[in-house]
């Protein structure tokens, strides 16, 4: 039995980690995007003001402007549905860390139950031994 739950307990630790892992992954992600965004927010600035034009609908508007806004219009939606996933994610990794206590709960609980009964057993025998001088 202590095997089974050993094995159990480390499987359920085993995915928690990986839980925390793809947490950590998406996060990054997420920082990663954002940070990218505001790269080129600052490009799109600096390029307005090299050009003097920021209205986008203008004629000469620049195109180099035009495509870092779109990339950074991309990345934000990335962004977005990465968040979405974090989310998911986070809710998974709580459900392992639920999953996991439980199982240790489950050890403990056995494993105090495995004293007691020694207890029981060691307690019987001093009693016998304890009758057997009380007869002599």
């Known amino acids: 039995m202590k095997s089974r739950s050993e094995s159990l307990i480390r499987l ?12 950590s992954q998406i996060e990054m992600m997420v920082n990663d ?3 990218m965004a505001g790269e080129l927010d600052q ?3 600096i390029e307005q003001t090299k050009t003097g034009i920021s209205d986008v609908a203008h004629f000469a508007y620049s195109t180099f402007a035009k495509a870092a806004m779109a990339r950074r219009d991309n990345l934000l939606a ?5 968040r979405s996933k974090l989310e998911t994610a986070q809710d998974a990794l709580a459900e392992a860390i ?6 240790e709960l489950l050890d403990q609980r056995e494993h ?3 004293a ?9 025998e001093y009693d016998e031994i304890g009758r057997l001088r009380f007869r002599n």
């Open 12 to 23: 359920k630790k085993f995915q928690v980690d990986e839980k925390r892992r793809q947490v």
């Open 33 to 35: 995007f954002e940070r």
């Open 43 to 45: 490009q799109i600035e």
């Open 78 to 82: 990335s962004a977005t549905d990465m």
């Open 98 to 103: 639920e999953d996991l206590k439980k199982v």
């Open 112 to 114: 105090q139950r495995e």
């Open 116 to 124: 007691a009964d020694q207890l029981k057993v060691e307690q019987a």
